[in-house]
């Protein structure tokens, strides 16, 4: 079975701070993801891998930056810590070829104080 | 998590009887659909997936119908239990360059099923 996991199921931050979201993937996927998950507003893309060191912007990047340097592992950074981050984080994985299926590790709640 | 089926369509079922959750998509150029279940608590969780070569594709208990003329998408579970209870959405991918992974998820269903 894939497993994606994500490094904490719960954490608490301040307003200002960096946070880090570590994700980690165990089955050689070239592709990653990280979403954020708001009731009423669904998954919402914020950046995606394809490779190593290769990033892209999703739909809402702004206040967000990732790293990618090694293929089983994404981050995701936020580089100055608001309440209007506070959400669920959810980061998945897939194989690079047409077709595949995202696989979802089990998310973060995080909250900014 | 818990908060991932408020303001969702329910569907309220009986143990026992057959589910139909339905999903439009938005852009007729997709070509690969999935649906996931997304249970309190976790992250969604891959159930099925069809092309758009397909218009039926069967699993364990559950079969996805594909109809491209209208861009619907349906999950069929057979026999609901109660651990089918669970918030449900479907993603589409579309086919143009740049997006060899991305996928547009819709809103979701929640299935509620009594015992």
Redesign the interface.
């Known amino acids: 079975d894939v497993k ?1 996991t994500q490094s904490s199921r719960y954490l608490v931050k301040r307003t200002g701070e960096k946070v880090f979201l570590e994700c980690v993937q165990d089955m050689d996927h070239e ?1 990653m ?1 990280w979403y954020r ?1 708001d ?2 507003l ?2 919402r ?1 914020i950046y ?1 891998s ?1 490779d190593v060191k290769m990033k892209e912007k ?1 739909d809402i990047p702004e206040g967000y930056s990732v790293s990618r340097e090694k293929k089983e592992r994404f981050s995701l950074i936020l580089e100055s810590a608001s309440t209007n981050q506070t959400s ?1 984080y ?1 980061c998945a994985s ?1 194989f ?1 070829s ?10 973060t ?1 995080l909250s900014i104080l | 998590g818990e908060s991932v089926g408020l303001h969702l369509p329910t569907l309220s079922v009986q143990e026992g009887d057959n589910s139909i959750i339905n999903c439009a998509y938005s852009n007729s150029a997709s070509d690969y659909f999935i649906w996931y279940k997304q249970e309190s608590g976790k992250g969604p969780q891959f159930i099925i997936d069809i092309r758009s070569n397909m218009d039926k594709r069967q699993g364990q208990r559950v079969t996805v119908l594909l109809n491209k003329t209208v861009k619907h998408l349906s999950l069929q579970i057979a026999a609901t239990q109660p651990g089918d209870s669970a918030v449900y959405f479907c993603a589409e991918k579309m086919n143009y360059g740049g997006s060899q992974g991305n996928l547009i998820f819709g809103k979701g269903t929640k299935l509620s099923v009594k015992p």
């Open positions: 994606v592709n993801f998950q009731p009423g669904g998954l893309l995606f394809y999703g669920m959810l897939s690079g047409v077709g595949q299926p995202q696989h979802f590790g089990d998310g709640r």
